[in-house]
Nanobody
């Protein structure tokens, strides 16, 4: 079982990135899939999630209207489209799968700076 994130990097304020979380060893459509982030010195916070029933989505207030979570069941991958990125979005972004079991990815660094 593995979650592998990719797509992080350095971007200027106002820019965009798309993070990917590729799942293996289980079917992500059967799990609640989430993106968390953790900045230095701060607690890990939930950014967005997509449910395994009806694909409902939920977002932290700080990212509503800028981020979008989606899932490709064929590719067994979850995405986080991040637009209008700001310096306060700088963090390690981690993918999480939760249902009967809970899995975490290793994280991908997102840095927003001019």
């Amino acid at each position: 079982v593995q979650l592998v994130e990719s797509g992080g990097g350095l971007v200027q304020p106002g820019g965009s990135l798309r993070l990917s979380c590729a799942a293996s060893g289980f079917t992500c459509s059967g799990y609640v899939m989430s993106w968390y982030r953790q900045a230095p010195g701060k607690e890990r916070e939930l950014v967005a999630l997509i449910t395994n029933v009806g694909d409902s989505t939920h977002y932290a207030d700080s990212v509503k209207g800028r981020f979008r979570i989606s899932r490709d069941n064929v590719k067994n991958t979850v995405y986080l489209q991040m637009n209008n990125l700001q310096p306060e979005d700088t963090a390690v972004y981690l993918c999480n799968a939760r249902w009967v079991f809970t899995y975490w990815g290793q994280g991908t660094q997102v840095t927003v700076s001019s």
